[in-house]
């Protein structure tokens, strides 16, 4: 008697093993539930669902959430918890916006699958620090497309239509500038939207958030099909050159005679990268293009200026 006993408590906790291993790998179909439950002998009776209730209590007891949602059984928590703290946290929802921004397809997909890996593992304090982060921004967003909704769908048809456009904007210095530009697409940063446009020059690329735009005009002229500058080269050199941390996006093109390193890079956000290089100071300069290496010197006197 205590032989089949053992058993049977054995086969029970290998089929909530194996349950939860399901779960793991994404949503279960119910009836897919009820026949691993049921050893795919399911005949429609009852028992099963009174069983099946019986292992998703016996889940509950050991903190696992497990709900029923559209037929289909989802995990909500897992045995196995991270303690995530407010850093961690803010670096997840900077990962969630990411993925957001991705196109339809593997990458995204993929990514996603990650952040639920890390969603599941969630312990108590993680999981309030994310509903308080997410009722925040929802909050902040949809006051915020409220109020641009009618411009935020302008410059979504600006975008598809490829005319130039003329553009009136403030600059975060309260600046007025009026500029003749391609409109390349909107961005999202810091749940803001830009629109992202390519100078008349074609060689510098602006990032205009919607709220700084005065006015915005369509032209007749079709934009050329010009490519966004995405390589910049640098100078760094004395010890941030011998410190420097080659990023995964940037190589080391060459070594000069004064020890001074030239460094290529390819697809950072140029605005980011700006910031990065001007807390180097004087140990780094832009080499190309020009209008970054303008760029650059203009913020540095306007900074000097502060000072003075």
Not at 59 to 69: C, D, E, P, S
Not at 184 to 204: A, D, F, P, T
Not at 216 to 242: W, Y
Request: a positive charge; one cysteine or more.
């Amino acid at each position: 008697m205590t032989k089949k006993l053992t058993e049977k408590y054995n086969d029970s906790c290998v089929k909530i093993f194996e349950f939860i291993k399901m779960l793991y790998n994404g949503e279960v179909e119910f009836k897919t539930v009820l026949d691993h439950f049921s050893d795919g002998q399911y005949d429609g009776t009852s028992n099963t669902h009174v069983t099946l209730n019986k292992y998703l209590n016996t889940l509950k007891i050991f903190g696992i959430k497990v709900k029923k949602i559209n037929g289909k059984y989802q995990m909500f928590s897992s045995p196995y918890k991270i303690k995530f703290d407010n850093n961690d946290m803010k670096s997840i929802a900077i990962l969630k916006q990411a993925c957001e921004l991705l196109p339809e397809g593997k990458n995204k997909s993929s990514f996603n699958s990650f952040l639920r890996a890390l969603e599941l593992r969630y312990d108590e304090n993680a999981q309030s620090i994310s509903q308080v982060m997410d009722n925040t921004q929802t909050l902040h967003l949809s006051f915020y497309h409220s109020e641009f909704a009618q411009q935020v769908k302008q410059c979504e048809k600006f975008c598809q239509e490829k005319q130039k456009l003329e553009i009136i904007f403030n600059t975060e210095k309260g600046e007025e500038i009026n500029l003749i530009c391609s409109p390349v697409e909107q961005v999202y940063q810091k749940r803001k939207v830009c629109l992202k446009v390519l100078g008349n020059s074609g060689s510098r690329v602006y990032e205009i958030p919607i709220e700084n735009i005065k006015s915005i005009k369509q032209l007749p002229n079709v934009s050329s099909s010009q490519s966004l500058p995405t390589t910049i080269v640098f100078r760094i050199k004395n010890r941030l050159a011998r410190n420097y941390k080659i990023r995964d996006w940037e190589r080391l093109d060459k070594i000069e005679g004064d020890g001074s390193h030239i460094i290529v890079n390819k697809n950072e956000d140029l605005n980011n990268l700006l910031k990065r290089i001007m807390r180097y100071g004087t140990e780094c300069e832009i080499i190309s293009p020009k209008f970054m290496r303008e760029e650059m010197i203009e913020l540095i006197n306007k900074t000097l200026a502060n000072y003075q």
